[in-house]
């Protein structure tokens, strides 16, 4: 029995725009539904960082390895250190059931694009450059010259996330629960119409049991109207497939 999954769910944009703040988020808030493609990086691990949660910590040989065996879906280099994220990362993802996150800058966009992958595009942005520096000053993780190539390079993602077509939707990340809780609606309303058949992603056995999206996900509430869709449905952690 074939069925439709999830798309994957890319969160993009300048670094300290707030990617990673609001997948903690959803993560926390819906525990076990997301599931967050853990990037290899050679960068040093930043306090509190753990190896295989937050980033698979490699060097640059291991990295250059990885890469030459085609073992990346995307990969780039960023400030001095190459970011990549492995097609085993996602798989792993994907082999639990969960919906995949993939936290990725435009070079991984897109590189992403060029793959079967077929995610969901979310932009994140701060409301200027001059905020997005006081936060990264405030998360005291840059010094003055990796925080300038750090705005450098924003203003490119910026003008990037301008280019029509690239991403579904923008996201502005001025008061954090005002643009997680429009981060929110949109996934709502792109799964929606993901599990309505149009997402492209199939998987050709395994599911026993299929659950209504509004069941799964707490966020669609019980008045989401999925009905007269002959594949809706996303599948649960434990997988499977009802109804
Ligand atoms: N809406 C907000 N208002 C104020 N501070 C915020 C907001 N969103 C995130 N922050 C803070 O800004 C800093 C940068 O956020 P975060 O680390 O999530 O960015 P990022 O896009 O994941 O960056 P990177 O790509 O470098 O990992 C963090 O210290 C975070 O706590």
């Known amino acids: 029995m074939e069925a439709t999954r999830c798309r994957p769910l890319v969160l993009s944009g300048p670094s300290g725009c707030g990617k990673s703040t609001m997948i903690k988020k959803l ?67 994907v082999d639990k059931n969960q919906i995949c996150l993939l936290d990725i800058d435009m070079h991984g966009v897109e590189s992403l694009k060029l793959t079967d992958l077929n995610p969901l595009y979310f932009s994140i942005q701060a409301p200027s450059i001059k905020v997005l520096e006081q936060r990264l000053r405030l998360r005291k993780t840059e010094n003055d010259s990796s925080l300038l190539h750090r705005i450098e390079s924003a203003r490119r993602e910026i003008e990037y996330s301008k280019k029509p077509g690239v991403f579904d939707a923008i996201i502005v990340n001025d008061v954090l629960e005002d643009a997680y809780a429009k981060l ?3 996934i709502k309303e792109l799964c ?8 492209a992603t199939r998987i050709p056995n395994g599911c026993n049991k299929w659950l209504d999206i509004s069941e799964v996900l707490p966020m669609f509430g019980n008045n989401t109207d999925l009905t007269g869709s002959s594949s809706c449905g996303v599948f649960t952690p434990s997988g499977g497939k009802t109804g």
């Open 192 to 199: 929606a119409e993901c599990c309505r058949g149009l997402c």
């Open 184 to 186: 929110k609606e949109l």
């Open 27 to 93: 993560m926390a808030e819906f525990p076990g539904f997301f599931g967050l493609s853990v990037s290899h990086t050679t960068r040093k691990p930043r306090l509190g960082e753990v190896n295989g949660k937050d980033y698979h910590f490699v060097t640059r040989e291991e990295m250059h390895k990885m890469i030459k065996a085609g073992e990346f879906v995307e990969h780039a280099e960023y400030a001095t250190n190459i970011y990549g994220t492995s097609k085993r990362a996602v798989q792993s993802v």
